[in-house]
């Protein structure tokens, strides 16, 4: 509840109580008042209480898509900037797909589609239709969709990683790759897209590969602990004891536990054996 909230609150169930004592009054203590009714005066209140819970709702709600516009800011940017009510329908598409309600959340995106005018809007309406699509683990429209974005020149890091992670969950490798690798050329300081490509080629048992590019992320964002856990596992799948534990205290300064390591490590190698 933000500060705004809580005053109307505050004042609100002042009044609200005064209402009700009002009504105690009357009731109770053989009031002679006869300027309202009892009836007259229950319909207030229950009035009243209907617009304390609408005002607070409102300012809630709006609080809440505030804080989805802050979150997914690198994805939103500037888009409907000019257009309120479009920008509410695409934050209230982004509530319902943090929510889990992807239908409607690709309604309202649905609809918003015929109104983007720049590339700014068309590129945060199609990628959360996207990513709808792949967490409901429709690939084939989540692909249709990133690949329409590549055609129409608005894709850019993030797309072709997302498309690298749709492919590798096919088993398509080869186009995979070709992703990871366009992830990076389209945005050579991403550290996100360098570890993500690591990722693969880890998990397609190409090491080598897998520490250059980890090492490359490490370069950009010295403390990115996702990369700095990847080389503790290689090291420490190699054999390579002495780089497995400088990696490992670096994994732990920058957040990860000992015990999360080893269930990360323990996970990986039950996926090597399957």
Same mark, same amino acid.
Not at 22 to 47: C, E, T
């Given at each position: ?11 609100? #169930?002042? *009044? ?7 009504? /105690? ?7 002679? /008042? ?41 994805? *939103? ?35 918003? !589609?015929?109104? $983007?005018?720049?590339?700014? &809007? ?13 967490? #409901? ?53 991403? $550290? ?19 520490? &250059? %590019?980890?090492?490359?992320?490490? !370069? *950009? ?16 799948? !190699? ?23 080893? !269930? *990360?490590?323990? %996970?990986?190698?039950?996926? #090597?054996?399957?």
């Amino acid at each position: 509840m933000n500060k705004v909230t809580k005053v109307l609150f505050i004042i609100y #169930s002042f *009044i609200f109580v005064s209402l009700i004592g009002f009504l /105690i009054y009357i009731n109770f203590f053989d009031s002679k /008042i006869d300027f309202i009714s009892n009836r007259h005066l229950v319909a207030l209140i229950f009035a009243f209480l209907l617009g304390i819970v609408k005002v607070l709702t409102k300012n809630q709600n709006k609080h809440n898509l505030n804080f989805y516009k802050k979150v997914y800011s690198h994805i *939103i940017k500037d888009s409907f900037s000019e257009n309120k009510k479009q920008l509410t329908q695409l934050l209230k598409a982004v509530k319902f797909y943090n929510d889990n309600k992807f239908s409607k959340a690709l309604k309202l995106l649905s609809d918003l !589609e015929s109104e $983007c005018n720049t590339n700014s &809007e068309k590129y945060s309406v199609y990628l959360f239709e996207a990513l709808i699509h792949s967490d #409901s683990e429709n690939n084939d429209e989540a692909i249709e969709i990133y690949e329409n974005m590549i055609n129409h020149g608005i894709a850019d890091s993030r797309v072709f990683s997302n498309l690298l992670n749709i492919y590798k969950e096919k088993g398509d490798f080869e186009k995979a790759y070709d992703a990871g690798i366009q992830a990076i050329h389209t945005d050579p300081k991403n $550290c996100n897209a360098y570890n993500n490509f690591a990722y693969f080629l880890f998990s397609d048992g190409n090491y080598e590969e897998a520490e &250059e %590019y980890a090492k490359k992320a490490l !370069e *950009i964002k010295n403390n990115f602990v996702e990369s700095i856990t990847l080389l503790y596992l290689i090291y420490t799948i !190699e054999g390579r004891s002495k780089e497995a534990e400088t990696f490992e205290r670096k994994a732990v300064s920058n957040g990860r536990s000992k015990k999360e390591l080893e !269930e *990360i490590l323990e %996970y990986y190698i039950g996926e #090597s054996k399957r």
